[in-house]
């Protein structure tokens, strides 16, 4: 149990293109969702906090029109990086949790996105 | 910056060797985890220890936890060609009221056969 899935798992887009990347729990219903960013070689950065029906709350310094966080339902969120350029080549990891508390976080395989 | 500091950035071990990664935090938590990380993949959880215990032992990984020092250890024992990933402290902090959590650097194993 407790399976979230990302898609796409690899996206090549060019400069000034939009892509989006979708977070799924699989098998349970999640109140929470979290995005990360990981440079390589480097820990994982929390991007933002999304409850369903809700707006996201961003961390600080991540530009909120840049990087569109949409929590529609209980299963579903999406990260859709806007206008992307080469630095927003990046792995993105999605998280998952039931109860609200950032505790018990199921994670995604995470997307590679390569912005030319 | 409130993320942790973990040592050594990188171990390299022969198979059997025992190997230990240390995490240094700086805020109160609740909880620390520890995850691993095979190369581009996403994380898989470890182990979670509660701020109220000093050790916890799973299969050949042993976490201990000293509040005092604000510092973590992950041991794991008679080390595998396949326990070569990247191995991350994660603390369920509190910070201004508001929880996140805030991985540490990590530390990268490779262990040979």
């Known amino acids: 149990g407790a399976v979230v899935s990302q898609h796409p798992s690899w996206v090549i887009c060019k400069s000034g293109t939009s892509v989006k990347i979708e977070c799924r729990s699989l098998d349970f219903q999640a109140t929470t969702m979290f995005w990360y960013r990981q440079f390589p070689k480097q820990s994982l950065m929390l991007m933002a906090t999304?409850?369903?029906?809700?707006?996201?709350?961003?961390e600080q310094g991540v530009e909120k029109d840049k990087f569109l966080i949409n929590h529609a339902s209980l299963t579903l969120s999406t990260l859709t990086v806007t206008s992307a350029h080469p630095e927003d080549s990046s792995f993105y990891i999605c998280?998952?949790?039931?109860?609200?508390?950032?505790?018990?976080?199921?994670f995604g395989p995470g997307t590679r996105l390569t912005v030319t | 910056s409130q993320q942790g500091e973990e040592d050594p950035q990188a171990l390299s071990i022969q198979e059997g060797e025992n190997a230990t990664m240390n995490c240094s935090y700086k805020?109160?938590?609740?909880?620390l985890q520890w995850y691993r990380q095979n190369s581009g993949r996403g994380l898989v959880h470890l182990i979670l220890?509660?701020?109220?215990?000093r050790e916890k032992h799973s299969g050949r990984l042993r976490v201990t936890l000293d509040t005092s020092k604000k510092s973590s250890s992950l041991l794991i024992t008679a080390s595998r060609a396949a326990d070569t990933a990247s191995y991350f402290c994660a603390t369920d902090a509190i910070t201004g009221g508001y929880n996140k959590l805030i991985f540490g650097a990590g530390t990268r194993l490779a262990v040979h056969p």
């Open positions: 220890i509660r701020s109220n215990e």
């Open positions: 998280s998952a949790t039931t109860s609200g508390s950032r505790t018990e976080q199921y």
């Open positions: 999304s409850n369903e029906g809700s707006k996201a709350t961003y």
């Open positions: 805020t109160s938590i609740n909880n």
